[in-house]
């Protein structure tokens, strides 16, 4: 296990703490791992999709991975040099949510917005650690760590 830190202005409504704490069994690591955290509009989410994925439009999450490669293994930070900060902490990338997009998408699920947040937070954050949903395996693997986060934070599908 890993203490993760997020790097975020206006998420998490003071349950910041107890989701890196949620986060550490994802990953494992030498020293805290790192992610920032973006809330957007749909203007900016859309500017970044079409900026770094050539898709024009609005989406509800994208993720930027600070290194490749990393799914499952140890992560020592004197093999990422350049991904280190100032203070040892290794960066594993961005997250930028689109809020309105996530509005919207927990009101068609029939939950809380706060449950489809982070719901969002951590498949970006598993898309930075290497998961992916390209196929029925990956998929299932990727949806089995985001339900186990979620619920240690007790946000069920039910959350309203």
């Known amino acids: 296990m890993s203490a993760f830190l997020i790097d975020a202005e206006e998420f ?12 550490s069994p994802l990953a494992k690591s030498d020293c805290p791992l790192v992610v920032e955290i973006s ?44 991904e280190r900060d ?30 489809e947040l982070f719901y969002l937070a951590v498949h970006g954050i598993l898309h930075c650690l290497g998961y992916d949903h390209e196929n029925v395996e990956e998929k299932e693997e990727m949806r089995e760590r985001e339900e186990a986060v979620m619920q240690k934070l007790n946000l069920t599908r039910e959350s309203l």
Do not use: W
């Open 12 to 23: 998490g409504d003071g349950r910041l703490e107890e989701f890196e704490r949620a986060l």
């Open 39 to 82: 809330l957007v509009d749909e203007e900016e989410i859309r500017n970044l999709n079409r900026e770094y994925r050539d898709c024009d439009r609005v989406t509800d999450v994208l993720s930027f991975p600070a290194m490749d490669g990393i799914k499952g293994r140890f992560l020592r930070a004197a093999e990422h040099p350049l």
């Open 86 to 115: 100032e203070e040892g902490r290794l960066l594993l990338g961005s997250v930028a949510i689109c809020t309105a997009r996530a509005r919207e998408q927990a009101e068609e699920y029939g939950h809380s917005y706060e449950r």
